[in-house]
């Protein structure tokens, strides 16, 4: 068994080092990224006609500039014309855009659920390989649409799967599909090929469809990543507008062996395309989002709305048309300059390329994303996309498949519980002087499993009703953090139990009298232990008030060079070279406090260059009263900031 995965890997390898000799992109449209079109299979059926594929190049050029196309040869049982698609790749090259092939290995869907391949079946089988090859003959590089998973139960899959968990199944489906019917195929085709996977977005529930980040995703010679978010209260999954930077970041971290120059390896991009959108503004907010997350590449899904020439709607957007948002409507609707003879009514393509435009600007100035560091396990899951609600209340997340051993505090949520060693590795980092902090949805998974030799803390079961929060340190000590001008609703929260003077309720809830752990503290070895309550419904961490939210982010973020007082869907992204941006969600002004690590820290606007003044220091309480030595932080430096509704705002910094 260890041989033939060896053998396999060997064999993977190889093929990796072949794809690596392709021919780096050449300079793009923009300074800092590259655009691609994502052509689907009836667009290339259509660009058979040459007088069709011309009008069409020229009207999503004029909208927005590009620099790749993927032509799709394969989706739900149809096939591009395999006899036009070399004709249809030089009328591409010969005008400087970059030419690959597209894949989707998927058959459709009924009834509301998305329909795959059943791999049990030889028909099905037949019809990947035949998809396939026709990709490898065609070209040197294939993208996968994030349809190659796995929902079909069939009774040939029900009888294969056995005993066998359906998570397990799937895995160990997909693992052989990818290897046989696609990596092995397509390089014995075509020895220079190189084959990305592109991943959706919904990544905590991947192992049970048989995507596989741990394994599958290394075999493959590059990834990316699906950072569609859509609307956050609407549509199915109710992604967080913060998942758009986010899993950029943890793809990142899947694959962090990524050339950018070269476009080799790693995580390749992101790809946003313009579905269940109630306002126009959601669509630029993704591609922005995309990258401030550092993609090297940025994918347009697709080109059908790109190309199309119905006039679209701006939406529900009446609450902030006429302030002076990042992204402008009248201004992108004046910009269009379109072909002879075709309308200027605003597009999907000209708000892409607007949008595009304008960030592009800004990108420069920004270093080298940095979060939190929170580890997730491989194949894990619990309380689901917890950090994008975290990020949405302004704590910059870096998720990472590793337990971040450099990191001086760790953020580790209930998909900790996956790694059989977790409590070791956080007695470990904690010996080491530095900090964990865990949610209470870990807290209660571990408590039976070797936790309580750190702290002997415990989830009750029972929930309470918290309307009230204060925040101290210390016997005696405690001020209300609730909001004197707004007064939030009751908040859901399991009861966590400890023992006093053991642990220390930095932050604790009140209802009734009694006190209820928000943030609780312990030191062990040289390190301290937080243990963080999460509501029962996790979207409720924006009905905390600010007082709430700032407290925690003050533990979770003491040492870090920027933090954030801010209401709920405001974002933060940090970065190593000084520089940040605040980007709101919100339908309404808002104005936040921003703390940066050093004295007399000077700002600036990155697009405006004003420069915002600094806020007289705020004596800190704690400086009278010190409980257990508890390390102070750094000197800061405060700035207050007004942040129109749904903007961006970058800036830099400098002692």
């Given at each position: 068994m260890q041989h033939n995965r060896l053998a396999l890997l060997s064999s993977l390898f190889a093929g990796f080092l072949a794809a690596s000799s392709a021919t780096p992109a050449r300079a793009g449209q923009y300074k800092n990224f590259r655009?691609?079109?994502?052509?689907?299979?009836?667009?290339?059926?259509?660009?058979?006609?040459?007088?069709?594929?011309?009008?069409?190049?020229?009207?999503?050029?004029?909208?927005?500039?590009?620099?790749?196309?993927?032509?799709?040869?394969?989706?739900?049982?149809?096939?591009?014309?395999?006899?036009?698609?070399?004709?249809?790749?030089?009328?591409?090259?010969?005008?400087?855009?970059?030419?690959?092939?597209?894949?989707?290995?998927?058959?459709?869907?009924?009834?509301?659920?998305?329909?795959?391949?059943?791999?049990?079946?030889?028909?099905?089988?037949?019809?990947?390989?035949?998809?396939?090859?026709?990709?490898?003959?065609?070209?040197?590089?294939?993208?996968?649409?994030?349809?190659?998973?796995?929902?079909?139960?069939?009774?040939?899959?029900?009888?294969?799967?056995?005993?066998?968990?359906?998570?397990?199944?799937?895995?160990?489906?997909?693992?052989?599909?990818?290897?046989?019917?696609?990596?092995?195929?397509?390089?014995?085709?075509?020895?220079?090929?190189?084959m990305i996977i592109k991943y959706p977005n919904w990544y905590e529930h991947f192992q049970g469809l048989g995507y596989d980040l741990e394994e599958q995703a290394q075999w493959f010679d590059g990834i990316y990543t699906g950072t569609e978010t859509r609307d956050p209260f609407v549509t199915d999954q109710l992604l967080q507008q913060y998942e758009s930077y986010e899993i950029l970041r943890y793809f990142n971290n899947v694959r962090p062996d990524g050339n950018r120059g070269g476009n080799l390896g790693g995580n390749l991009g992101g790809w946003i395309d313009t579905f269940s959108l109630r306002y126009v503004d959601r669509y630029p907010e993704q591609l922005w989002d995309t990258l401030f997350a550092k993609a090297p590449e940025i994918t347009l899904f697709s080109w059908y709305p790109m190309a199309a020439l119905e006039t679209i709607d701006p939406g529900d957007r009446d609450a902030w048309k006429k302030k002076p948002t990042s992204f402008n409507w009248d201004e992108m609707a004046k910009s269009y300059q379109p072909p002879k003879g075709e309308s200027a009514a605003p597009n999907w393509g000209r708000v892409a390329g607007w949008s595009l435009e304008q960030v592009d600007r800004c990108l420069g100035k920004l270093g080298n994303p940095i979060g939190v560091k929170s580890y997730k396990p491989f194949q894990s899951t619990g309380e689901d996309y917890i950090h994008n609600y975290l990020g949405n209340i302004g704590v910059p997340i870096e998720l990472t498949p590793q337990f971040p051993t450099d990191a001086d505090i760790v953020l580790l949520s209930e998909s900790a519980k996956f790694d059989r060693d977790i409590v070791a590795k956080m007695k470990k980092h904690l010996a080491s002087g530095k900090n964990v902090m865990v949610t209470s949805g870990l807290l209660r998974a571990l408590q039976d499993k070797g936790i309580k030799d750190i702290a002997e803390a415990e989830d009750t079961g029972r929930t309470v009703l918290i309307h009230d929060f204060i925040g101290g340190f210390g016997a005696g000590k405690g001020a209300s953090l609730n909001d004197p001008k707004q007064d939030s609703p009751a908040v859901l929260f399991p009861e966590i139990r400890f023992f006093t003077n053991d642990m220390w309720p930095v932050v604790r809830g009140v209802a009734a009298a009694r006190g209820f752990p928000i943030v609780l503290m312990n030191h062990y070895a040289k390190g301290i232990f937080y243990v963080l309550t999460i509501p029962e419904n996790i979207s409720d961490l924006y009905n905390l008030p600010r007082g709430v939210t700032s407290a925690i982010k003050a533990h979770l973020q003491r040492d870090f060079p920027v933090r954030m007082d801010s209401p709920a869907q405001v974002a933060l992204f940090d970065y190593d070279n000084g520089a940040f941006v605040v980007e709101s969600f919100r339908h309404d002004d808002s104005e936040v406090t921003v703390s940066v690590k050093g004295d007399h820290v000077k700002l600036k606007n990155a697009l405006t260059g004003q420069v915002p003044s600094e806020l007289a220091p705020v004596p800190d309480p704690r400086e009278k009263h010190s409980f257990r030595d508890l390390p102070m932080g750094p000197s800061r430096t405060n700035f207050k900031i007004p942040v129109p509704p749904h903007s961006y705002l970058v800036f830099t910094s400098e002692k």
């Open positions: 655009v691609a079109v994502y052509c689907v299979v009836d667009a290339t059926q259509r660009f058979a006609d040459e007088k069709v594929l011309q009008a069409e190049f020229d009207r999503v050029m004029a909208r927005v500039k590009f620099d790749k196309v993927y032509l799709e040869v394969y989706r739900n049982r149809r096939f591009a014309d395999e006899a036009s698609l070399d004709r249809i790749k030089r009328f591409f090259s010969e005008r400087g855009v970059i030419v690959e092939g597209g894949l989707t290995l998927a058959a459709g869907g009924t009834g509301g659920q998305f329909g795959t391949f059943d791999f049990e079946k030889p028909e099905d089988r037949a019809e990947c390989k035949k998809a396939v090859q026709i990709a490898a003959r065609h070209f040197d590089s294939v993208i996968l649409d994030d349809f190659f998973f796995f929902t079909s139960k069939s009774d040939a899959d029900i009888a294969a799967k056995g005993k066998r968990s359906w998570t397990q199944y799937r895995l160990e489906t997909m693992r052989k599909v990818s290897t046989e019917l696609v990596l092995k195929l397509a390089r014995a085709i075509n020895p220079k090929i190189k």
